[in-house]
Every structure is written in C-alpha cells, then in structure tokens.
DNA sequence: AAATATTTGTACGTATGTATG
DNA sequence: GCATACATACGTACAAATATT
C-alpha cells in the first residue's frame, strides 16, 4: 500500500497538478523537512504517492531544479542543494 | 506527404533527437534562416517533417526558450527573440 | 565480478484544456 | 463555430547511470 502525503493534490484546480507538488516539495525544502543534503523521494515514489504520472513528477523536480534548489544525477536521484 | 527537412535527424546517435532538432532551430536562427520576429514551425510541423514526437520537439522548443532565443505564447506559437 | 534492482533520461502515444485567429 | 497552437496530464517502453546484493 502506497501511504498517502500529508498534502493531497487536487486534480481538478486552476493549479497545474505539477506545479501542486512543485509547491509541496518547496515548502518541504523550506521548512527543513528536507534540508540540504538530502534526497528527495525518487519519481516513482512521488507518483505512486500523489497517484499522478511520472510525467507530472519530473516536470514538478524541472521546476525546482530551474529554481537552484535541487539537483539532480542519472542513477542517483535528486538531491537538495539550498532552501 | 510531410516534406523532408534540409538536415535530417538520425534517432540512433549519441545526441539526443531533441538536442539535434534543437541545434538544427538553433543555426537556422543563428545563420538569419529564421530571424527574430520570425515564427518558428508549430509543433505539429516540426514533428511531422522530422518524423518525431511531439514531447521531443517541445523538448528542444524548450532548450531554446532556456537560452533566451525564442518565446512561446499559447495559440499563437513561439517566435524568435533573439540570435 | 556479476547479476539485479533502482533511478533518471529519452522517446513515443493519446487525450483534454485553454488561448488565439 | 471551427481550426490552429501551446499547456497539461495521462500512459508505455527502453536506455543509461548508479547502487545493491
């Protein structure tokens, strides 16, 4: 059984879906929760967790990632770099 | 039948599909092919004449708004900027 | 060392929504 | 209303890099 997020996603919303656990993960890395250093959960994680499409997911991390907060290595994951 | 494009891109290649139709955008606007104010073919176009998805043109399409080079607007198309 | 699993990258297809002409 | 064009979102598949067993 997947375990559900605190926050849920709201597939009908002005709100992309994307951009929804864009902001999720942001705040995540701002409050600490995910601190520099850290991994954030992989694709397939997030999307089995919010039950949207890996698609979704990595235009979500592109997001983050245009922001400088994460990076990211092929094999490895995406990692947080600043908050 | 869809025309053929000048340069042809090769799927089996070191360089990703995107980043060769990018680069194939990316010296048409250098070279003043396609100069700024200029209208670079939809997404529909560019796949059908290079025989290619639509995610990977919007791929490359969005390499080039990175750099600057055009902008997108929504029912319109995306424009050349800059070379 | 080697095989397997995990994770991201690339590439494809399809559908629907929104904006513009 | 219809056609065109981009935006978002779902799906699948395979490759490449890395980690694990």
Do not use: C, N, W
Not at 8 to 28: C, G, H, K, N, W
């Amino acid at each position: 059984m997947p375990r559900r997020p605190r926050r849920t996603i709201e597939p009908i919303s002005a709100e992309p879906v994307y951009r929804q656990l864009a902001d999720i993960l942001r705040e995540q890395i701002e409050t600490g929760e995910l601190p520099p250093g850290t991994l954030v959960p992989s694709e397939a994680t997030l999307q089995q967790e919010h039950g949207i499409a890996r698609d979704t997911v990595r235009a979500a991390i592109r997001l983050l990632r245009d922001e400088g907060l994460v990076v990211t290595t092929p094999g490895k994951g995406t990692f947080v770099v600043r908050h």
